[in-house]
């Protein structure tokens, strides 16, 4: 829980405020009981001894200072409940804020690891429990410290024998409470452990539903899914068990230690240790009492469960951030990158995926890796992009080393291209604003002329309004890159990189985006383009091309050149153009 002090601290003015007001809540509601006391033992008991008018004026009098007690609680208990909810809703956006913050400072390999719902799941589970218990705390356990302070000092006044009692029930219901709250925190981790685990699931399964639909999977998903729900199911009713039981034995003893205590102020009664003012006054002083060290198992699991989904959350921020020099070098154009013997090995692969690697572009070239499936194409995008860090050997963006950089910085002068287009429910614009918020209409018209993407803009009855995706356009896989590539061309980068970019398109959609790169690099002279693909028609046009094999460097050169060297571009190039004649001629 200290972590959520971290936060609450932050607002400490506000709730001590809050607190002051909840005291003064709790302190006028307790003077009504007083206010009966003297009503009962000197009118009540006296009718015989006073007149009208006295007997009158006495009660409305005390009346009127029930009424007025009462609307103090009131206006103070109405300032209490803004200001705790002002706290409450400060304390859950920073704890988010910081939560979300500080998970994007994260190398990407944290994110490899887990799932996105899984991830978004804890954050959330963190802000609501957390938020919930700051509430509960004010309300019930600080409003019932209050009470017990109040309650026993004015038993002990009364008689001393009353208030020893009332002293003495405290800790045997705190004790019981805690015994059985810990109980609760052990189920809620496993509670909280699966429900993150089927955020994850379902996250995963939505994102492929098109997958999962095509293959006839629903019904094997949706066991898959259920599975981990039943899982879930059981751990709350394994919960719900331990609360009832708890509840049950907390109510039990209240109602116990209550008769207990009413028989000794009966007694006293009869004896004339205390009055019968002074009864009632602790009669309607236990409910105060109770009723809230009754709600004390309400406090306890939500407690538990604040501290458990804290805990989870703590693991993510105790994960250290991407580092960052401290005193970065400043880069104002990119010009030449260079990659001088690197090597990267995954935590959990017995090789390296890249090694030895020797790349170098400058600006106005276009580069491109080339391999089979597994021979660390995406692993150089992925450190030249900053994903990764180099094993061994360096990176360098004009022979200064990417270590030495702030990436943030050099990321904003790329653009990039990727296989799996991800485009958003919504406008055209909305679309391109993404990688570029503050880009105008007519930088937005010119990137969608440059990627020849026009044609979306004409075919939508909006213009840049038109939506796509549900409700609005329905745009194929070739439309899809050309929008990513005007999205990319919006950053106006000056490196660009096109990963897999028309390997997922038939070939002669991918002859067109082919033509649109090959525009653009005319069009772009200063740009620097790395293009990593499986079909080499596509690269043939590079200035240099990197053959990789199993995380090595085979071959380096043009497309002409590799071919004359007869080595393993080559073979690709053949068994590429033999699959392909078949294609040629049902086109034909």
Known sequence: MKLLWGYIKQYRKTLFGTLALATVNQVFSLLDPQIFRIIVDKYVSRVDQLSRHDFLQGIIILLLGSVGVAFVSRVAKNFQDYYLNVVVQKVGTQMYSHSVEHSFSLPYAVFEDQRSGEFLQKLQKARTDAQLFIQSSVNILFLALVGIVFVIGYALFVNWLVGIVYFLIIPILGGTTYLISR???????RIIQQTAALAGSTTETIRNVELVKSLGLENQEIRRLNETNSKILELELEKIKIIRKFSFIQGTMINALRSGLQLLMLWLVFTHGITFGQFFS?????FFLFNPLGQLGDVAQQYQEARASLDRLDEILKIPPEAKPAHPKALEKITEINFKDVGFKYDSADKPAVENISISAKAGETIAFV?????????????????????AGEVTFNHIDLKELDMEKIRNKMGLVAQDTQL????????LLFASPHATDDEMMAALKASAALSLVERGDKGLESRIGEGGLKISGGEKQRLAIARALLRHPELIIFDEATSSLDSITEESITATIRDIEQHYPSLITVMVAHRLSTISHADRIYVLEQGHLEEVGSHQELLDKQGLYAALWRQQIASKEPEMAWNR
């Open 183 to 189: 109980k609760i925190k052990v189920a809620q981790q």
């Open 282 to 286: 602790l009669l309607f002083y236990s």
């Open 371 to 391: 391999g089979p499936s597994g021979a660390g194409k995406t692993t150089l995008i992925k450190l030249l992009v900053g994903l990764y860090k180099a094993s």
């Open 424 to 431: 958003f429910a919504g406008t055209i614009r909305e679309n």
